[in-house]
């Protein structure tokens, strides 16, 4: 919504943001101080009587904007938990069998035609995605950022940010498609003597791909961000540049990359489309990793398909008759995704309020 | 609820412009096409009649037609029981027939019933045990909720349990995808996937019988299963109850069903009629 009058150029934007900015108590900066001097020669009082109606409706249209973004947000929680709820407790328009939370948070076996809903197989297969991914993304993204900002040329730092924002950009299906097509056949072929490579890798290298972005960007930010005293004062005492990099630089900017890792991670947790694609998608698959005897432990762990909590959500939520034991188990899931989301960037702020 | 309120915006704008009698489908991506070129030809010969067809899947559909969101859901399975307490009516449109696939790199090209399930339910793991090279069996699926899984469970499976060593896709085009470029891969999809796919992919006959309409006519191919139509008079203002069931006479009669059903890769219901399989 537009409360600027165009047939009025420029006078009610400043008189809009002078109040702010006298008021505003944050920290002054020289520009907020600069920008009501050099509108001194106006009257302090509104010019137009709508202007003042406009300041007044502005502040209403953001309390609306706000209200209806926050209520939003919590009634997709309170639908979320409403619906998983009933696969615990008896709501009104259920139809499915009451489960108790020991059978569905501690079963290993997720079969539901057969009426066993245990869900750790998701929930282990999310975090080992999350967590391999994290552990290719994590040393790859902060060591080009390294890169970038200490070794290679000043020009490559604004390539390399225009290549990573493309990378944001490009939507979860494509790098799935990528991996079906691509991923899985090479990985195939390379490894596995053409056994299909659908698994825990296939996703974690796709995934890699989809957070080294987030991570590169907020690590050269960190990096950057660093006094260049620490550098100067290290390389004064004698270091190489390798030495003042892990011993120096790395550990001063830690904080700051612990934090672009978390909220890469956010990103990993809740991406269903591309992970579905590559990973084989098997509910049982912990038991297929027990049972399997084709391949060395390593090579099965990385390659049995398996599936995590997105993948069954993205999968089975919409195949399943409303009120059914196997659909609110299917939004119990959901909360829970929602609740591991909703903690990663509750980590995140934290941690960057500890850097602050 | 998107698709609902997407329909219903749909119906609105119908019902207003020229107070139309407005028939909402929802359901199957599968029966969409055919069900949609079916509603343009009913409403050129029925002028006052709209009829606006959503997807959502199978299950979306079965779930809005048992809270009468809509008029008529379209399915690939049946109802569950609990929907069909509901008061839900089931009309059988269109036959879907499916088909055994496997990567060309697999030189068995037909499976007894009981290969086939002994194929799936994991008894058999290697293709030399039914008469094919030394490959490993790498079986692709549908979902356990995907209405295809559930006709391969009672058709090739007789109803017992599939072997938790498979891989599993979304859909028919994935699963496609995953047994065209995966050695020794077998899958179970709908014919028009497999006839699309033609030279990736290898058909496998099912007891000596390729899947055609002369065999699902003689009894001798049981791999199908019905499209259904639902309706819920209890729910419906009978006018639009009519218009419903005159579209669904339509669709089954014998003009559509014989020219427009074939050509979307589905077989006319006259060929069950003599079948007593209860699909």
């Known amino acids: 919504?537009?409360?600027?009058?165009?047939?009025?150029?420029?006078?009610?934007?400043?008189?809009?943001?002078?109040?702010?900015?006298?008021?505003?108590?944050?920290?002054?900066?020289?520009?907020?101080?600069?920008?009501?001097?050099?509108?001194?020669?106006?009257?302090?009082?509104?010019?137009?009587?709508?202007?003042?109606?406009?300041?007044?409706?502005?502040?209403?249209?953001?309390?609306?904007?706000?209200?209806?973004?926050?209520?939003?947000?919590?009634?997709?929680?309170?639908?979320?938990?409403?619906?998983?709820?009933?696969?615990?407790?008896?709501?009104?328009?259920?139809?499915?069998?009451?489960?108790?939370?020991?059978?569905?948070?501690?079963?290993?076996?997720?079969?539901?035609?057969?009426?066993?809903?245990?869900?750790?197989?998701?929930?282990?297969?999310?975090?080992?995605?999350?967590?391999?991914?994290?552990?290719?993304?994590?040393?790859?993204?902060?060591?080009?950022?390294?890169?970038?900002?200490?070794?290679?040329?000043?020009?490559?730092?604004?390539?390399?940010?225009?290549?990573?924002?493309?990378?944001?950009?490009?939507?979860?299906?494509?790098?799935?498609?990528?991996?079906?097509?691509?991923?899985?056949?090479?990985?195939?072929?390379?490894?596995?003597?053409?056994?299909?490579?659908?698994?825990?890798?296939?996703?974690?290298?796709?995934?890699?791909?989809?957070?080294?972005?987030?991570?590169?960007?907020?690590?050269?930010?960190?990096?950057?961000?660093?006094?260049?005293?620490?550098?100067?004062?290290?390389?004064?005492?004698?270091?190489?540049?390798?030495?003042?990099?892990?011993?120096?630089?790395?550990?001063?900017?830690?904080?700051?990359?612990?934090?672009?890792?978390?909220?890469?991670?956010?990103?990993?947790?809740?991406?269903?489309?591309?992970?579905?694609?590559?990973?084989?998608?098997?509910?049982?698959?912990?038991?297929?990793?027990?049972?399997?005897?084709?391949?060395?432990?390593?090579?099965?762990?990385?390659?049995?398909?398996?599936?995590?909590?997105?993948?069954?959500?993205?999968?089975?939520?919409?195949?399943?008759a409303a009120h059914s034991a196997w659909n609110n188990v299917l939004f119990a899931l959901g909360l829970l995704l929602y609740l591991l989301t909703m903690g990663s960037i509750l980590l995140t702020r934290r941690l960057s309020r500890r850097r602050a | 609820m998107n698709l609902k309120t997407l329909a219903l915006v749909a119906a609105t704008l119908g019902a207003t412009a020229a107070q139309a009698q407005t028939v909402t489908v929802m359901g199957s991506t599968a029966l969409g096409p055919l069900v949609k070129r079916a509603a343009e030809m009913y409403m050129k010969a029925h002028p006052g009649v709209q009829i606006a067809i959503s997807g959502g899947g199978s299950m979306t559909g079965l779930n809005q037609i048992a809270a009468g969101n809509c008029t008529i859901g379209i399915s690939d399975v049946y109802a569950t029981e609990d929907q069909q307490k509901t008061g839900i009516q089931n009309h059988d449109i269109v036959i879907e027939p499916f088909t055994l696939v496997v990567n060309p790199s697999v030189s068995v090209r037909n499976l007894s019933g009981q290969q086939a399930e002994a194929l799936f339910t994991g008894s058999v793991s290697n293709w030399n045990q039914v008469g094919g090279d030394d490959m490993k069996v790498i079986r692709i699926n549908r979902p356990e909720s995907s209405g295809t899984r559930a006709v391969q469970q009672k058709t090739v499976l007789n109803g017992k349990p599939f072997s938790s060593d498979q891989l599993i896709q979304d859909s028919s085009g994935a699963v496609m995808t995953a047994a065209t470029t995966t050695k020794g891969a077998i899958a179970f999809v709908e014919l028009d996937f497999a006839e699309k796919n033609k030279g990736k992919i290898e058909a496998v006959s099912y007891n000596g019988a390729a899947c055609s309409p002369e065999n699902v006519k003689a009894g001798k191919y049981p791999l199908f299963s019905y499209g259904h139509a639902y309706t819920n008079p209890a729910k419906a203002d009978a006018q639009t109850q009519a218009v419903a069931e005159d579209f669904l006479k339509f669709i089954l009669s014998a003009s559509f069903q014989d020219e427009v059903v074939p050509k979307a890769g589905y077989m006319p219901m006259a060929l069950a009629a003599k079948l007593k399989t209860k699909l």
Not at chain 1, 123 to 129: A, D
Request: aromatic share 8%; proline share 7%; with cysteine.
């Open chain 1, 1 to 320: 919504m537009d409360f600027r009058n165009t047939n009025a150029p420029a006078g009610p934007l400043t008189e809009a943001v002078r109040p702010v900015a006298l008021e505003g108590n944050g920290p002054v900066t020289d520009e907020a101080l600069i920008l009501p001097a050099q509108a001194s020669a106006a009257p302090l009082k509104f010019k137009r009587p709508w202007a003042l109606l406009a300041d007044r409706g502005a502040g209403t249209v953001f309390l609306v904007c706000t209200l209806v973004l926050v209520a939003l947000i919590f009634s997709l929680l309170g639908f979320l938990a409403w619906r998983g709820a009933g696969a615990f407790v008896a709501i009104p328009g259920n139809t499915g069998r009451i489960l108790s939370l020991r059978e569905v948070f501690l079963g290993l076996d997720w079969s539901p035609s057969q009426d066993r809903f245990g869900v750790l197989p998701f929930i282990f297969g999310s975090f080992t995605v999350v967590g391999l991914s994290i552990a290719l993304a994590g040393p790859l993204g902060i060591l080009t950022a390294v890169f970038v900002t200490r070794v290679a040329p000043r020009w490559m730092r604004a390539v390399m940010r225009q290549a990573m924002d493309l990378l944001v950009g490009i939507p979860s299906v494509v790098y799935g498609i990528f991996g079906l097509a691509t991923l899985l056949p090479l990985l195939s072929k390379g490894w596995l003597d053409e056994q299909p490579a659908a698994g825990f890798l296939a996703s974690a290298l796709i995934l890699t791909v989809m957070i080294v972005p987030t991570v590169v960007s907020l690590s050269i930010d960190a990096f950057e961000a660093l006094p260049s005293s620490l550098d100067e004062g290290a390389r004064a005492l004698g270091s190489t540049t390798w030495q003042s990099i892990a011993r120096v630089l790395i550990p001063a900017a830690w904080p700051r990359l612990v934090t672009a890792v978390v909220l890469g991670m956010g990103r990993a947790i809740g991406e269903a489309m591309a992970i579905q694609m590559v990973i084989g998608n098997n509910p049982q698959w912990i038991g297929l990793m027990r049972t399997l005897t084709d391949k060395t432990p390593v090579l099965r762990f990385l390659f049995t398909p398996a599936s995590t909590l997105t993948t069954e959500l993205v999968q089975e939520l919409p195949n399943t």
